[in-house]
Nanobody
Framework: QVQLVESGGGLVQAGGSLRLSCAAS????????MGWFRQAPGKEREFVAA????????YYADSVKGRFTISRDNAKNTVYLQMNSLKHEDTAGHYC???????????????????????WGKGTKVTVSS
């Protein structure tokens, strides 16, 4: 069992930055690939970014590539999402999720893993004012 707690959301102006954190419980954090997903009001949940259990592989949605950076610190059981050049369309609840194993493909993250990750946090809200 893994419990995930997100933090770092808030209100920011367009062009600004936020850093989300996701703290995981348990001693096997390094055995999980981690991902960030988001859901805007009235829209479907979508993939944002993912990172393999070692941190050696990262994946990004086209909409955030070049602006967001996912990273992890296995010693601190924490995964981060650095969000720069924020846009109004980034406004959404952002959710951290864990997947047993080293990770999967980009196609899986934008497809079945949007609802198929093994563990989910409760989310942190990001609001970008235009």
């Amino acid at each position: 069992q893994v419990q995930l707690v997100e933090s770092g959301g808030g209100l920011v102006q367009a062009g600004g930055s936020l850093r989300l954190s996701c703290a995981a419980s348990g001693r096997t954090f390094s055995s999980y690939a981690m991902g960030w997903f988001r859901q805007a009001p009235g829209k479907e949940r979508e993939f944002v970014a993912a990172i393999s259990w070692s941190g050696g592989s990262t994946y990004y949605a086209d909409s955030v590539k070049g602006r967001f950076t996912i990273s992890r610190d296995n010693a601190k059981n924490t995964v981060y999402l650095q969000m720069n050049s924020l846009k109004h369309e980034d406004t959404a609840g952002h959710y951290c999720a864990a997947e047993r194993g080293e990770g999967t493909t980009y196609e899986d993250y934008v497809g079945p893993m949007v609802y198929g990750m093994d563990y989910w946090g409760k989310g942190t809200k990001v609001t970008v004012s235009s």
